[in-house]
């Protein structure tokens, strides 16, 4: 059994040596391919291999095409509009993803973000706490909860709107269900969205909610650019002199919004919401051990396609 890891953002070595463990004590073979620079090299090493593990590495058609000996895809991580479903099924090839195992990593990175906004970037000035302020969650998955659990330690008010979570299940973590998508982002101080990316929700953050939202909000994005409507967000920004938006993933307008409002906008380099060595264990191991129970028992939980 021979694994591919093809991580262009590769984990941390800690965990490579975890995967390496797990897989060995299977009896199956990790061929490394990290920080690649060139779609090619991925499309080489996937060849003759029977799994691959990913992060946000794209596995398209082309992927599907070059890997004759493919049987199963998992993406270490949570979301997964890297890979293309349709043709993963046409190559016959099971998806899976590692819901969860990343979530307290991102879940920390929203509430350093909102620290270190709150606290003006640690420049000495006045900030302001977050204690008091109404916390708005947009989706209650693994990384809402996670970041629900820690908000309410810093005594913040903590609400949620899930189209597909039931309110009971929300209220039972102690945070407010809303009933609407408005109603969150009119009564929250903060709105962290936790949407994946899909057909339904791509450029769903628009200027109907971002304009709604209450004086002195902020918006923070830990999901995926494509849901922030980026014509939407520069508007707002420009309009609103009392408005922030934090992203851990820099939109396409990044530079136009460092020169409009570099005071009320922040994005980290490369997304790092899931760059931590826990994260990377826990998603890197789970990938592997998926891929031998799968492979060696037919296991088929967390299968998505
Ligand atoms: C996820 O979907 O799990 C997160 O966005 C992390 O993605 P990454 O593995 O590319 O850092």
């Keep these: ?15 490579v040596e975890g995967i390496k463990k797990a ?4 009896g199956a073979d990790i ?25 946000s590495d794209i596995v398209d058609k082309a ?7 493919l049987k199963i895809v998992v993406r270490a991580g949570a979301g997964y ?3 293309d ?3 993963a099924t046409a190559a016959g090839v099971c998806v899976m993803n590692t819901p969860g195992q990343n979530a307290n990593a991102v879940a920390e990175l929203v509430i350093g973000m909102l620290i270190y906004a709150f606290r003006n970037r640690f420049n000495g000035t ?3 706490e977050l204690k008091g302020k109404t916390l708005g969650l947009h989706a209650f998955g693994n990384v ?6 820690i908000a309410k330690g810093l005594g913040m008010n903590v609400v949620a709107y899930d189209a597909f979570c039931p309110k009971e299940v929300i209220e039972k973590e102690g945070v407010k269900a809303v009933d609407s998508v408005e109603e969150l982002f009119s009564g929250s101080d903060i709105v962290s969205l936790h949407i994946p990316a899909t057909e339904q929700t791509r450029g769903s953050i628009n200027h109907s909610l971002m304009d709604i939202m209450p004086k002195g909000a902020t918006l923070v994005n830990t999901a995926r650019k494509e849901v922030i409507n980026e014509h939407d967000l520069i508007e707002w920004l420009t309009a609103r002199a009392d408005v922030q938006y934090l992203a851990d993933i820099q939109p396409l307008c990044h530079e136009q919004l460092l020169q409009l409002c570099p005071d009320r906008y922040f994005a980290t380099p490369k997304k790092m919401g899931a760059q931590t060595a826990e994260a990377n264990i826990n998603a890197g191991i789970a990938a592997a051990r998926q891929i031998i129970d799968y492979l060696k028992n037919g296991n088929e939980r967390f299968r998505l396609n």
Excluded: C, H, W
């Design 1 to 15: 059994m021979k694994i591919l890891v093809a991580t262009e953002k590769p984990f941390a070595a800690i965990a």
């Design 23 to 26: 897989a060995s004590e299977a």
């Design 31 to 55: 061929v490394m391919l990290e920080k690649y620079t060139d779609k090619n090299q991925l499309l080489t090493a996937v060849r003759d291999v029977d799994a691959l593990i990913v992060r």
């Design 63 to 69: 992927v599907f095409d070059a890997a004759r000996s």
């Design 81 to 83: 509009d890297n890979i």
């Design 85 to 87: 479903l349709a043709a």
């Design 126 to 128: 006045s900030g302001k």
């Design 144 to 149: 809402g909860r996670n970041v629900a659990r």
